[in-house]
């Protein structure tokens, strides 16, 4: 059983930045591919990015690319999502999630497709 836990999140003008961290615990954390989805109010989860168990691999979702990043330390157990150049489109909860998998390359943007996920923290971008 994997527990992980976001934070990071906050409030943020227009044009400024945040960095999310998601502290995994329980499992062999590099045998996990991972991911960041978000929901904002009234509107279904959506994926936003995805990394490989080792991090040599990565899926952006359209709206995010070229001004988010994410990025994973092993050894740290941690994912990190840096998000620049916010925009008021950006609020909502993101969550982590999780996949366990035998393919170290392998990305996932399907939410079905994760096992785990966190409890969620909350961006807020102002305009």
């Known amino acids: 059983q994997v527990q992980l836990v976001e934070s990071g999140g906050g409030l943020v003008q227009a044009g400024g930045s945040l960095r999310l961290s998601c502290a995994a615990s329980g499992g062999a954390f590099s045998s996990y591919a991972m991911g960041w989805f978000r929901q904002a109010p009234g509107k279904e989860r959506e994926f936003v990015v995805a990394i490989s168990s080792r991090g040599r691999s990565t899926h952006y979702a359209d709206s995010v690319k070229g001004r988010f990043t994410i990025s994973r330390d092993n050894a740290k157990n941690t994912m990190y999502l840096q998000m620049n150049s916010l925009k008021p489109e950006d609020t909502a909860v993101y969550y982590c999630?999780?996949?366990?998998?035998?393919?170290?390359?392998?990305?996932?943007?399907?939410?079905?497709?994760?096992?785990?996920w966190g409890q969620g923290t909350q961006v807020t971008v102002s305009s």
């Open positions: 999630a999780a996949k366990r998998t035998y393919y170290s390359g392998s990305v996932y943007d399907s939410e079905s497709e994760y096992d785990y």
